[in-house]
């Protein structure tokens, strides 16, 4: 990916994964080039973690990606804590985290590591320069995005058409395609529509 040209510590990123096997330690969804920072996994067990300076990359999530079906995760950065999602359900390292220069990035890949390489499909990546809520992550997580509407959103990578490049739908960080990539038919349940909380 081309370089998201900002500094921050309020960060989001969110994407539709579906791994292939247990993931190689550090494999990742998405992590930025320069100092690590994104959503990877602990090695060993498809457990989600995370790299970013001032945080601990050894944490103990508890969320635990499961092999062969479609799962929403997410990363959530602010000054005080680093928060994982897996289909909705969070996990909290409370620290102070420092703010990332986001440079290039990867998609699938910590850092262009030939051993850090996520087996599976990705679907659906969105890198936001705001930290979401809970309620935003929940209410969104099946819905297509409009970028449009979205002035923090800094790519959004659907992954449609045929062409040779990662499209991005925010607005000109087109990614290239690189290593052993195919494209294929997505059944990632994403889809046009609303989304509404009613308590009644």
């Given at each position: 990916?081309p370089s998201l040209g900002?500094?921050?510590?309020?960060f989001?990123?969110?994407?539709?994964?579906k791994?292939d096997?247990?993931q190689?330690?550090?494999?990742?969804v998405?992590?930025?080039?320069?100092?690590?920072?994104?959503?990877n996994?602990r090695?060993?067990n498809?457990?989600l973690?995370?790299?970013?300076?001032?945080?601990?990359?050894?944490?103990?999530?508890?969320l635990?990606?499961?092999?062969?079906?479609?799962?929403?995760?997410?990363?959530?950065?602010?000054?005080?804590?680093?928060?994982?999602?897996?289909?909705?359900?969070?996990?909290?390292?409370?620290?102070?985290?420092?703010?990332?220069a986001?440079?290039?990035?990867?998609?699938?890949?910590?850092q262009?590591?030939?051993?850090?390489?996520?087996?599976?499909?990705?679907?659906?990546?969105?890198?936001?320069n705001r930290?979401?809520?809970?309620?935003?992550?929940r209410?969104?997580?099946?819905?297509t995005?409009?970028?449009?509407?979205?002035?923090?959103m800094?790519?959004?990578?659907?992954?449609?058409g045929?062409?040779?490049?990662?499209?991005?739908?925010?607005?000109?960080?087109?990614?290239l395609?690189?290593?052993?990539?195919k494209?294929?038919?997505?059944?990632?349940?994403?889809g046009?529509g609303?989304?509404?909380t009613?308590?009644k």
């Amino acid at each position: 990916m081309p370089s998201l040209g900002v500094t921050t510590n309020n960060f989001t990123v969110t994407a539709w994964i579906k791994p292939d096997t247990i993931q190689p330690g550090y494999a990742s969804v998405y992590m930025n080039d320069g100092t690590a920072g994104g959503l990877n996994f602990r090695p060993g067990n498809n457990m989600l973690g995370y790299h970013w300076p001032g945080g601990q990359w050894w944490w103990d999530s508890g969320l635990t990606v499961p092999v062969g079906v479609w799962s929403h995760v997410a990363m959530v950065v602010t000054p005080t804590s680093v928060r994982l999602y897996l289909n909705g359900v969070g996990s909290t390292h409370t620290v102070n985290v420092s703010p990332l220069a986001l440079g290039t990035g990867r998609i699938g890949s910590y850092q262009g590591w030939s051993d850090r390489n996520f087996r599976g499909e990705i679907d659906e990546v969105c890198i936001w320069n705001r930290s979401l809520t809970e309620a935003e992550i929940r209410a969104s997580r099946h819905l297509t995005k409009k970028p449009e509407l979205e002035n923090q959103m800094l790519a959004y990578y659907q992954f449609n058409g045929n062409i040779s490049y990662a499209y991005d739908a925010k607005g000109g960080k087109h990614g290239l395609y690189n290593g052993n990539i195919k494209r294929v038919r997505s059944r990632v349940p994403v889809g046009k529509g609303s989304s509404h909380t009613d308590c009644k």
